[in-house]
């Protein structure tokens, strides 16, 4: 679980650390994220950045030293794929990062202990010594269901003498995608309508694809069945390595006997053939 936990951190990094400039509000309410295959709802009115904003993009003339470029090297640098920005006060954003897995494809397949031991390593993580940001600190969690993958539902919250922030985080692991969405409130604080928002945007959300994992030699051998598996398998091999040795020690006798009957007949002329009986001696067994 270590790799996992790696990747929650250092997504925790970026959405600790960065802040997101916005971009300008998109006209219809989805919008598309490319590298994560995902068609995503934004709330109404808010302003909207991906990585693909073209360079013309009026947004750009905003703010002053801010180009495509500026923008393009703070989401590489942090992970950064979506940002959604509220327009009056921006006191809240969304922001969706992303980083490989390689150690677990999708989430769907975990068990329930594998959820809470992931859970678990997030929660009781030392952030402070991660991320160098003091007063950071994971509540609760809860598992959601969602019609494509398994999400894990975090609140946690920020609290030193420079910020209060509260944020509510969506994980999930797709198409070998480690996915983290938060919402971010910079007030300390979110309302009971700002957290249905969210949810709900969560659970309108798309992917316009969801692969299957690729084998996995090693998830096999983790398998509960794997030692059934490994019995019937084994009996199998040694039914057939049983009949093939029966079949090669047969052929072999056979070929064996047919080379000494052949040299038995090349060394001796009369191999095999019976002699016969003298006239005297078939009289002799004829008065006996």
Known sequence: MKKKLLSVICAAIAFLMTSV????????????????NLNIPSPENWYVFTRNTPEDDPVFNAWEGVNKEYIDQLFEQNTIYYNAVEPDSASQEIVITMV?????????????????????????????????????EYGGYKM????????????????????????IQYVTIVNGQHINITLRSYTGAFSAADEKMFDQLIQEMRFTKVEQAPFNLLSLLKSENIMLIFCVAGGAILIVAAVVVICVVVGSNKRKKCKLNQINREQHPLYGVQPQQSEKDNQDSAEH
Not at 21 to 36: C, D, G, Q, R, Y
Not at 116 to 125: C, Q, T
Not at 149 to 163: G, I, P, Q
């Open 144 to 167: 959601v269901d969602h019609p494509q993958c398994k999400l894990m539902k975090l609140d946690a919250r920020v609290v030193n003498e420079d910020e209060q922030t509260a944020f």
């Open 21 to 36: 400039l916005p971009a300008l509000a998109i006209e219809n309410n989805m919008t598309f994220v490319e590298e994560l």
């Open 100 to 136: 490989e897995n390689t150690d677990v494809f999708d989430w769907n397949g975990l068990s329930d202990s594998d959820y809470k031991e992931f859970a678990n390593e997030i929660i009781n993580a030392d952030m402070e010594k991660i991320t160098g940001i003091s007063g950071v």
